[in-house]
């Protein structure tokens, strides 16, 4: 169960990393490679132009980034039951980065190290929560 859902869940993000991005806006390649390594600058950009950027672009671009990537989270101790909250950082965190990076050269995204820290907090919100569950459930025996 836990190494099926896993495989879902990277094939669906996957598909929505490079194919679909939001609403009726499917990704085709960019013109030129694109890309942002100052941490905090497109988070502190969208907080900062809240007001002159859509409600739905917003949320799906900072909230979005995050719940996105709490399955990945849940799912990795899920599947390989003993890796740990260490374990977790390192796999998610690898997997994020060869994303951002097949988006750079494909061009079908824009590599951004903000989206990397989203998406990491979002790995290991899922990760708690995967503990807290297993506490809750399995810890009590």
Do not use: H
Request: proline content about 2%; some cysteine; hydrophobic content about 50%.
């Amino acid at each position: 169960m836990g190494l099926t859902g896993l495989l879902v869940y990277v094939s669906f993000i996957s598909w929505r990393l490079f194919f679909f991005a939001y609403t009726d806006n499917y990704r085709s390649q960019l013109n030129r490679i694109r890309y942002n390594l100052v941490p905090f600058k497109t988070i502190a950009n969208y907080i900062r132009n809240s007001g002159s950027v859509d409600f739905d672009v917003l949320i799906y671009n900072l909230a979005g980034n995050v719940v996105a990537f709490m399955p990945l989270g849940f799912f990795l101790p899920f599947a390989f039951r003993g890796i740990g909250a260490l374990k977790t950082f390192f796999l998610s965190f690898a997997f994020i980065v060869c994303a951002e990076l097949m988006q750079l050269v494909s061009r079908r995204g824009v590599f951004d190290v903000d989206d990397v820290l989203l998406n990491m907090i979002g790995s290991m919100i899922g990760c708690g929560i995967y503990k807290l569950l297993f506490y809750i459930f399995a810890g009590r025996r």
